[in-house]
């Protein structure tokens, strides 16, 4: 299953709201989680199951989608959002998307 | 507080073999699959392997299938991966995950990685 994220990347300011999308080579059902990365530390989980935000993870962020189309959203851009975002589907194995980096304007 | 632990990365000559390990604590390690996730410098996540709780099931990405194996050992709540015939393109840190198996394979938490680096 191939996954394909866009944009690649993108820049915004603090206040924006922000949707990165992910599209699957075929129906994974909600099988779909998203990640934060920043600079030199190791990925960490926002989003799982499509929608479902794990504990801790701030309100502005939201999952959405199902079948092969999804998105996060980050409703108003905090200065500690700047970071790549990926997606990865558990439907088959496991895989990510390519990642988005996102920027400050 | 969930912990993994990884070890056993460096520099390793092409062709050469090496042996990940990743220690876990806080939780009951032998409840869970485990993966191992890589990222190459300056690159994306790349998941390489998974293992089953029992250890009967294992799945590899068909870049290291035939190189690489995935093991556990939950008496030490220990999960290992043996790498062989290493290639430069296997120059990455690798990440020992928690996951949480099957359909339902999101990764949480991450270990803090360990850095391969295959080159002569």
């Known amino acids: 299953i191939q996954m394909t994220q866009s944009p690649s990347s993108l820049s915004a300011s603090v206040g924006d709201r922000v949707t990165i999308t992910c599209r699957a080579s075929q129906s994974i059902t909600n099988h779909l989680n998203w990640y934060q990365q920043k600079p030199g530390k190791a990925p960490k989980l926002l989003i799982y199951?499509?929608?479902s935000l794990q504990s801790g993870v701030p309100s502005r962020f939201s999952g959405s989608g199902s079948g092969t189309d999804f998105s996060l959203t980050i409703s108003s851009l905090q200065p500690e959002d700047f970071a790549t975002y990926y997606c990865?589907?558990?439907?088959?194995?496991?895989?990510f998307g390519q990642g988005t980096k996102v920027e400050i304007q | 507080e969930v912990q993994l632990l990884e070890s056993g990365g460096g520099l390793v000559q092409p062709g050469g073999s090496l042996r990940l390990s990743c220690v876990a604590s806080?939780?009951?390690?032998?409840?869970?699959?485990m993966s191992w996730v890589r990222q190459a410098p300056g690159k994306g996540l790349e998941w390489v392997s998974g293992i089953s709780t029992s250890g009967g099931g294992t799945y590899y990405a068909d870049s290291v299938k035939g190189r690489f194996t995935i093991s556990r050992d939950n008496s030490k709540n220990t999960l290992s991966l043996q790498m062989s015939s290493l290639r430069a393109d296997d120059t990455a840190v690798y990440y020992c995950v928690k996951d949480y198996g099957g359909s339902l394979g999101w990764f949480d938490p991450w270990g803090q990685g360990t850095l391969v680096t295959v080159s002569s």
């Open positions: 806080g939780f009951t390690f032998s409840t869970y699959a």
């Open positions: 199951a499509a929608s």
């Open positions: 990865q589907q558990s439907h088959s194995t496991r895989g």
